[in-house]
């Protein structure tokens, strides 16, 4: 089996990947995750995943190489990391009552032969009615001030929730691993 590595600095993405039991290591991707004039948000979360994981390629030239990204959407809005309390309390106020969809592009890049299998998984979620009361005890409770959308699915976040449309709910976390675990399967990886 190559060795396997995660092209991100995510606690969260990290996480996800220890639960399918393989050994990986973890490295940062630099790349500019901008996103390009009148580029659909689908067509943006498949670039940054597959340009994390090529972006390690030179330096990994052996390895299965997982590249993955994640666009929150509100509206045809994109919704980035609040990165403080203000803007998470404007994000979760702006997404009361609404439906978010979070696209998650999955890249897994066998820089061997330079093979790249490429995905989105969408997951939306349904905002309960939330009032500013609400807003600031959970943020409070969780600070999700790193999290696009302002809340931690895998945490007190899901309080949030009036429902959930999507077939991976670790998507929504921001490494869809159904998606993966097919992917590897074409590599020989086999899990469990």
Known sequence: ?????????????????NRLGLPFSC???DIDESRLPDEPVLALALR????????????????LIIGSDQVAVLDERILGKPGSHAAATEQL?????????????????????????????????????????????????????????????????????????GEDLTSLVGLPLIRLVGMLAQHGIQVP
């Open 93 to 165: 106020l702006a997404c009361s009552g609404q439906a978010v969809r979070f696209l998650t592009g999955l890249a897994l890049l066998d820089s061997r032969s330079g093979e790249c299998q490429v995905d989105c998984v969408a997951f939306t979620v349904h905002l309960r009615a939330l009032d500013a009361a609400t807003v600031e005890r959970y943020l409070r409770a969780e600070q999700p001030y790193d999290c696009a959308g302002s809340f931690k699915a895998e945490g007190l976040g899901v309080s949030l929730f009036s429902r959930t449309e």
């Open 1 to 17: 089996m190559p060795p396997i590595v995660l092209a991100s600095s995510s606690p969260y993405r990290r996480e996800l990947l």
């Open 48 to 63: 940054l995943a597959e340009a994390k994981a090529r972006a390690l390629a030179a330096s990994h030239p052996h390895h």
């Open 27 to 29: 490295r940062s991707p």
